[in-house]
């Protein structure tokens, strides 16, 4: 079976294609803005421009425009391709990442805009222990559960934390994407966007 990843929901912008377990094609970029410009041709230049039998597809949190390219281009593809299309939690894979490099239990810390961080909690076998949240700084302190912390703003939160918590710098890569269990995997494609989006329609309250 071919299955290509996706995950533009961060300032990284990722894509692999696999043979079962295989990966033959990869890309990875961290480019901030322009996701849309770039995923499209980056799978285009894969072998087979990137056809796949099964689709993998980042739902956030991260950038409301870099999840939306990242669902758009996996359900069109998807439609083309008659393939299925499952999605997954951006800090699952952050999480999967992290345990590959040090096993046990890891607190993802993400990025999350207005000076905010995204903040998840996962035990030694994987399981997420609560929701993501878009946190302050001090609520992200007081939020961690685990000496490891991982991702984009693991080490200014290990900083704050100070004792021996150790950071892993890490952004979602779709290469590595093999490592999520299929527990994680859900036909839902419902973004996980973790806060409130910042533009509101007149009248309506936060």
Not at 147 to 173: E, N, T
């Amino acid at each position: 079976m071919r299955i290509l990843a996706i995950d533009s929901a961060t300032e990284a912008c990722s894509a692999a294609l696999f043979d079962d377990t295989t990966c033959i094609a990869s890309f990875h970029k961290v480019i901030g803005r322009g996701h849309a410009e770039t995923l499209v041709p980056a799978i285009a230049n894969f072998p087979g421009k990137g056809r796949a039998d099964r689709i993998l597809v980042s739902l956030g949190p991260g950038s409301f425009t870099g999840v939306r390219i990242g669902l758009a281009a996996a359900r069109a593809l998807g439609l083309a391709w008659d393939a299925q299309v499952l999605g997954y939690p951006a800090l699952a894979l952050v999480a999967a990442m992290a345990r590959a490099q040090h096993p046990g239990p890891v607190t993802v810390c993400m990025a999350a805009g207005h000076g905010e961080y995204f903040v998840q909690n996962f035990s030694a076998d994987a399981i997420a222990q609560d929701t993501v949240r878009s946190l302050t700084p001090e609520q992200a302190s007081a939020a961690c559960r685990h000496q490891v912390i991982a991702g984009s703003k693991a080490q200014q939160l290990a900083a704050a934390l100070g004792g021996d918590h150790r950071a892993i710098d890490l952004l979602p890569d779709a290469s590595q994407s093999f490592l999520l269990s299929d527990d994680v995997l859900a036909t839902d494609l419902s973004p996980i966007y973790g806060r409130a989006p910042d533009a509101r329609l007149p009248g309506v309250k936060a």
